[in-house]
């Protein structure tokens, strides 16, 4: 098993930015990949960005590109999501995930095994 742990959720004005992070514990060996995703007031979950292990591979969705940028955090198994020039619709709650994507595409949802409770991101304008 392997417990995530988001923070840095909040409140945010749209165009601002706000950094969210995770950090994964347990049987993170079992994983190669961490992505984040959201789920807004329509229900619908949508991966907005992801990483290898090794940091050396991303993914981004196209409505995010330019503006958000995912990283290996500064401690061992974490990550982080830099969000900036926030717009309104991405009001959700956002949830880190780790799982197993053996070097394709990290995006999809269906590779990851473990998530986290989820953050909220309020935007306000």
């Known amino acids: 098993q392997v417990q995530l742990l988001e923070s840095g959720g909040g409140s945010v004005q749209a165009g601002g930015s706000l950094t969210l992070s995770c950090v994964a514990s347990?049987?993170?060996?079992?994983?190669?990949?961490m992505g984040w995703f959201r789920r807004g007031p329509g229900g619908e979950r949508q991966g907005i960005a992801c990483i290898s292990k090794d940091g050396k591979g991303t993914g981004y969705a196209e409505s995010v590109k330019g503006r958000f940028a995912i990283s290996r955090g500064k401690v061992e198994h974490a990550i982080d999501l830099q969000m900036n020039n926030v717009k309104p619709e991405e009001h959700a709650v956002y949830y880190c995930?780790?799982?197993?994507?053996?070097?394709?595409?990290?995006?999809?949802?269906?590779?990851?095994?473990?998530w986290g409770q989820g953050t909220p991101v309020t935007v306000s304008s």
């Open positions: 347990g049987n993170t060996p079992s994983t190669d990949c």
């Open positions: 995930a780790a799982g197993r994507c053996y070097g394709g595409n990290c995006l999809p949802a269906g590779k990851y095994a473990y």
